[in-house]
Every structure is written in structure tokens, then in C-alpha cells.
């Protein structure tokens, strides 16, 4: 089943020491679970307040409509949305002190499929998954993210993303901090999540992805709005060109 998730005049706002301030100012997208998208911009042009404001953090205040399926999802709570099927992969990973992984992926199951997978099967299947993106096994008896280095956090992001298997997953600089074997490695999963029917948003500075998850489009995210949309060409337009000159033709 293709699933689709639609995003409409959807604003965000921060509370400051002046009051609020809008960083989205009205974002409208539309992506299918048969697609890859990916959304580049300047720092600070409102990609990652996009990533946690999708997911309702808390330390935002937002309007507009977000559906999935046709289903409006602006009353629900962080936990509600990743039941529906939203997935966030954060830039930087918090750790869990006195969780240990393999803990916190079968509770994850157990509260998005109702039941915990058997407890003689599970530590087999948990194996299999950390094989394929070269986690060692001891690392599912330690604490979420607690003593991982940058890489190995973001392979635990990917972990919890072929594990959990969301309908969309929102990957919010998965590629930062990664070596080159890292970088292919995290790849690699999010290409297999694809194929297993999840929608990806990935959000990057950086084009080198792109050589192993290729985008259906591309977006340019600027002051809180998409400025502009393409295809795979428009990524390496930006890493050639800079923000500057390609906005400067636009606005």
C-alpha cells in the first residue's frame, strides 16, 4: 500500500525572550511512501524546526494541517504520530542512560503493534538487523546511544528505522559526522527501509548521499518556506553554486 503524507500551510513558532518567533511561514508538501525526497537550505532556514514540528515537539507552537492517509494528525501527541507511522531520526541523538537497546526496540514494538515479539526469538532477530549495518551485537545490551561515538548513534537511528518500519521517516542530517564506510553503511538501511514501502524525508547540506539514496525531488528550503523543487540535479546545482547565487535568481 502507498501511503501519503500531506503538509499544508504549515507554520511553526519558538517562544523567545521577545515572545514567539515564526520560523515556518506557511509550508505546503506532499510526499508518497513510493518516494525519496530530499530538502536542502542555509542554516537555519527552518529544516530541522520542520523535522521536530512534524513530530509536535513540545517546544513548539504550530497551525496548519498535517494528514496522513486523509487523517488529520495536528491533535496528536509525538507517541500518537509514530503509532500512525512518523518516524524522526534526529542530527543529534539522545542518549537513554538505564535503557539498554534491546529494551527500548522491543518496548517500541510492543507499543506500535500491541505485543512484544517472543522473548526466545527476538534477541536473534535484533542480531540479524545490527549485522547488516555492522553494529556489533554486545552494543544491543547497552544503553540507548550512552558511549556511542557520532557514527555508531546514527546507525542506531537506522537501526530503529528497519526495525520499526514507519510508514515516513523524517531523517534530519543523518549523513553529518559520518566517515566514508559510515556514510555508505547508513545508506545502505535507509534504501532498504525504501524498499520495504517507507517514505523517506532526508534532509542534508551535503550531495555525496545522493550517490547511494537517490531522490525522486529535491527542495530548497529558505526562510521557512520551499523556494524551489527539482530533481537530483538541483542538489549538485546547490553543492556547485551555493544557496546564494541559485536563490539570488529566484527571488
Given at each position: 500500500?502507498?501511503h501519503?503524507?500531506?503538509v ?10 521577545e515572545?514567539?518567533k515564526?520560523?515556518l ?14 530538502l536542502?537550505g542555509?542554516?537555519?532556514?527552518g529544516?530541522s ?6 513530530m509536535?515537539?513540545p517546544?513548539y507552537?504550530t497551525?496548519?494541517s498535517?494528514?496522513m492517509?486523509?487523517?488529520e494528525?495536528d491533535?496528536?501527541?509525538p507517541d ?14 539522545v542518549e537513554?542512560p ?9 518496548t ?19 542480531k540479524?538487523?545490527?549485522?547488516r549495518?555492522?553494529?556489533d ?6 544503553n ?13 537511528e537506522?537501526l530503529?528505522?528497519?526495525v ?9 542530517e ?7 564506510d ?8 535507509i534504501?532498504r ?6 517514505g523517506?524525508?532526508?534532509i542534508t547540506?551535503y550531495?555525496?548521499?545522493?550517490k ?5 525531488f529535491?527542495?530548497l528550503?529558505?526562510?521557512g ?6 530533481g ?9 553554486e551555493?544557496?546564494?547565487d541559485?536563490l539570488?535568481?529566484?527571488?
Open positions: 500500500m502507498v501519503r503524507l500531506e499544508k500551510d504549515f507554520k511553526s513558532s519558538v517562544q523567545t525572550k515572545g514567539p515564526e520560523i511561514k506557511g509550508v505546503n508538501f506532499e510526499a508518497l511512501s513510493s518516494e525519496i525526497h530530499v536542502m542555509p542554516n537555519g532556514s529544516k524546526t520542520l523535522a521536530y514540528s512534524l509536535d515537539h517546544d507552537s497551525s496548519g498535517v494528514k492517509d486523509g487523517k494528525m491533535l496528536m501527541t500518537e504520530r509514530a503509532k500512525e507511522g512518523l518516524f524522526l531520526g534526529m542530527q543529534y541523538p537513554v538505564g535503557v539498554p537497546l534491546t529494551n527500548f526496540l522491543r517500541s514494538l510492543k507499543a506500535l503493534k500491541g505485543e512484544a515479539p517472543a522473548l526466545r526469538s527476538w534477541p536473534a532477530i535484533l540479524g538487523y545490527m549485522e549495518l555492522k553494529i551485537p554486545q552494543f544491543a545490551y547497552r540507548v546511544n550512552e558511549g556511542f561515538s557520532g557514527g555508531e548513534k546514527k546507525r542506531a537506522i530503529q528505522l528497519e520499526l518500519k514507519p510508514k515516513f521517516a523524517i531523517l534530519d543523518i549523513d553529518s559526522g559520518l566517515d566514508v559510515a556514510l555508505k553503511i547508513v545508506s545502505e538501511g534504501c527501509s525504501h524498499e520495504e514501502g517507507c523517506i524525508i532526508l547540506h550531495a555525496r548521499i545522493l547511494y539514496v537517490k531522490p525522486d529535491v527542495h528550503f529558505y526562510k518556506r520551499i523556494a524551489m523543487s527539482g537530483k540535479d538541483l542538489a549538485y546545482k546547490i553543492e556547485e551555493g544557496y546564494d541559485i539570488s535568481s529566484i527571488l
